[in-house]
């Protein structure tokens, strides 16, 4: 009991209803829990944003549609803490940490570090319409990158919160001299440290390095379908998974020679994506999709490894560290397999399971004589 407790909920998932779900995903099978009783939830509690509250993993920030933080105890299992946030206007796009100290992003524009004595704020829509997302740098947690509708891609230093240290530039008009819209819609900081790759509504993957100039130095369309999300690869300096709001997901090489043609692309989806999380160290992209099921898909060989139906609209979703590729992948694979009794039994006696790769021709033929 206590090694289940231990590996309990190494997934967690956010969903529209405000029900925030434990997954346990482990090789016998697979358990799900909603912390949340559903009798006493509305729409104006959909979680919109999560994020870790400490290293340890043992605090889960959730960011509600009525500007609303909670604070969830993954060792007790319960909520500790609900805040009212009452800045600006629209839900909480994005949540982060520095120094114990919660960072909220609101729709409206207004990002903020809530100290405890004092609060300090950046305006991070000076100019456009509404913001999409805020993204901390993971090796400097001060720093922060914005986007969203007709707002590019800024770079913001707590330290010095009146004024942005980075601005991005638009990319020059079209061939009909027509300025290029914009609309970012996730950003994510690649492997290399300082180089930040973003999504956009209409269509663009593009890459930016701070450090030499303002405008992308790689930019291009990919399927005729909004972006909606996009996660760097940790394991590369270069590497970035797209998704899309008709259910396509893609792994792009931006160091390549030819980083507008996707690497490989995950199939299965029957919905758009709406969060992507690659594992940070093991070949593994996590996902979940308005059809409302959880995907694990092999990073490199494109094989959907697992997938779960959730019930519920899902949002967003973490992923614990220390998930391990076997962990799951074998036990699901069979737990999800239906079949006789008979069957069942015909196959543990010899061993030999259907979806097995490494079985022999010669295996295969003795089990049809």
């Given at each position: 009991m206590e090694e289940l407790a231990a590996?309990?909920?190494?997934?967690?998932?956010?969903?529209?209803?405000?029900?925030?779900?434990?997954?346990?995903?482990?090789?016998?099978?697979?358990?799900?829990?909603?912390?949340?009783?559903?009798?006493?939830?509305?729409?104006?509690?959909?979680?919109?944003?999560?994020?870790?509250?400490?290293?340890?993993?043992?605090?889960?920030?959730?960011?509600?549609?009525?500007?609303?933080?909670r604070v969830f105890d993954t060792e007790a299992k319960a909520f500790v803490s609900t805040r009212k946030i009452n800045v600006g206007e629209g839900p909480i796009v994005s949540l982060g940490r520095m120094d114990g100290i919660t960072i909220t992003a609101m729709k409206s524009g207004q990002v903020t570090l809530w100290q405890s004595d004092n609060a300090v704020e950046i305006n991070a829509l000076a100019k456009g319409e509404f913001l999409t997302r805020m993204r901390q740098d993971p090796t400097s947690p001060s720093v922060i990158a914005t986007g969203g509708k007709e707002s590019d891609l800024h770079l913001w230093d707590f330290n010095t919160p009146e004024e942005a240290i980075f601005t991005a530039k638009n990319v020059k008009p079209d061939m009909l001299e027509l300025r290029v819209p914009v609309w970012i819609t996730d950003i994510s900081f690649l492997g290399d440290h300082h180089s930040i790759a973003i999504s956009s509504r209409h269509k663009h993957?593009?890459?930016?390095?701070?450090?030499?100039?303002?405008?992308?130095?790689?930019?291009?369309?990919?399927?005729?379908?909004?972006?909606?999300?996009?996660?760097?690869?940790?394991?590369?300096?270069?590497?970035?998974?797209?998704?899309?709001?008709?259910?396509?997901?893609?792994?792009?090489?931006?160091?390549?020679?030819?980083?507008?043609?996707?690497?490989?692309?995950?199939?299965?989806?029957?919905?758009?994506?709406?969060?992507v999380v690659v594992h940070p160290k093991q070949p593994l992209v996590f996902s979940v999709s308005l059809d409302r099921f959880l995907r694990v898909h092999n990073l490199t060989s494109r094989k959907l490894v697992f997938k779960e139906y959730l019930k519920s609209r899902l949002n967003c979703l973490l992923i614990r560290e220390n998930l391990e590729e076997m962990d799951f992948i074998k036990g699901a694979n069979t737990a999800k397999r239906k079949m006789p009794t008979q069957e069942a039994k015909t196959e543990a006696k010899i061993k030999v399971p259907r979806a097995n790769p490494e079985v022999t021709d010669a295996e295969w033929e003795s089990l049809t004589v």
């Open positions: 590996t309990d909920f190494n997934v967690y998932v956010g969903t529209e209803t405000g029900i925030l779900k434990g997954i346990n995903l482990n090789q016998k099978a697979v358990i799900h829990k909603n912390f949340h009783k559903i009798q006493a939830l509305d729409r104006e509690q959909e979680i919109t944003s999560v994020a870790w509250g400490n290293e340890e993993e043992n605090e889960i920030l959730m960011g509600l549609r009525n500007q609303t933080v993957i593009r890459l930016y390095d701070p450090k030499r100039q303002r405008r992308p130095t790689i930019s291009f369309e990919w399927e005729d379908s909004p972006l909606t999300r996009i996660s760097a690869v940790p394991s590369s300096n270069g590497q970035v998974v797209v998704g899309t709001a008709h259910g396509r997901l893609g792994l792009f090489d931006l160091r390549g020679r030819k980083p507008e043609e996707p690497v490989h692309v995950y199939k299965g989806f029957a919905g758009a994506v709406r969060d």
